[in-house]
């Protein structure tokens, strides 16, 4: 039987450890300590530590919160330099960009004017202009507003990953749609403002996940479609609202739902996604599909085809009439 690692209480890192239980620490910090990076690698492959930036840790048990990624954050970033773009993401929404949920990015940090480029293998850096308003401070953290981090993301990200940042950026509640919207004047010109209004015209807070954001761009995509609407009720026989679809047409009784590898894959998951969406088929008459993130991106995405072919189901099931109400008989899970 392998010797549990070293500092750690059943499952939980203890008290004997050198290092703060309850905010980041760096590797540098560690060293210090008597903590070797061979231990802290080990401690962060077993689960006791998570790893928040490159050469930053925390331990697993401490709850992830705004403040506790401004303090990583804080272990990392030099004076005179603003934490931006998809950092800036991270920082308010604790988002990473898809397919990067394993892995660790390098942070994003613009100079002031008149600094130098920062060089080093834990940032990415540059120069850009940002006006006063455009930043604010985070517990001495200088870091773009999330509106100003909304406008650069959506114009210097793939498409693919910045609706899924406007949308958790709009999902904080620090700004409003048309306010997105009123700023975009001020990039005319710019490099991707074309991509910008376009992002920003369609982002939407009721999207909870990028890969639903991503399945809702590629919906808008096609031509001849319905609205897409986030998060359709479903309602019972009785009026209740039992169910939400991420991404549906309620005229037309079509849904399109992602099913993201962390909420979707465990035996109990798949079971009652099975439950509910057999049940929204039967007793609500709709028809729904199911992505993944292969249906998506990459040589299997077959995502255009899939909802164009769904959507003429659903046209077809339409002059199907629903069952009658079988009170008593099924009751579905009380979970919307």
Known sequence: MPLAPPYTIGPLLGPDFPLPLDHPFTTLQARGEGVSEKTLARLHRDGYLRRMLRGVYVAAQTVDSLPLRAQALALVVP?????????????????LPPGQHHDVPPVSLFREAGHHRLRNQL??????????????????????????????????????????ALDALLRTGTFTHPQLLDGLGRFRGMRGVVQ????????????????????????????????????????????????RLDLGSPDLRYAAEYDGAEFHSLDADVEHDLERRTWIEVRRGWVVDVFRRKHLVGPLRD????????????????????????RGRFEPPRRV
Request: proline share 9%.
């Open 123 to 164: 940032c990415q850096s540059g120069e850009r202009t940002l006006l006063r308003d455009d930043v604010q401070h985070i517990a001495g953290l200088a870091v773009t507003t999330p509106i100003r981090t909304a406008w650069d993301v959506g114009r210097l990200v793939h498409r693919d990953n910045a609706i899924g």
């Open 196 to 243: 910008l209004r376009y992002l920003a015209s369609i982002a939407d807070p009721r999207a909870e996940s990028p890969g639903e954001s991503l399945l809702r761009l590629r919906w808008l995509d096609l031509p001849g479609m319905p609205e897409p609407i986030p998060q359709v009720p479903v309602e019972d026989e009785e009026g209740r609202v039992v169910f």
């Open 303 to 326: 995502v255009e085809d899939r909802l164009t072919i769904g959507t003429e189901r659903a046209r077809l099931n339409l002059a199907r009439p629903l069952p009658p109400p079988r």
């Open 79 to 95: 004076e005179h330099a603003a934490v931006v773009d998809w950092t800036a993401v991270w920082l308010y929404t604790g988002l």
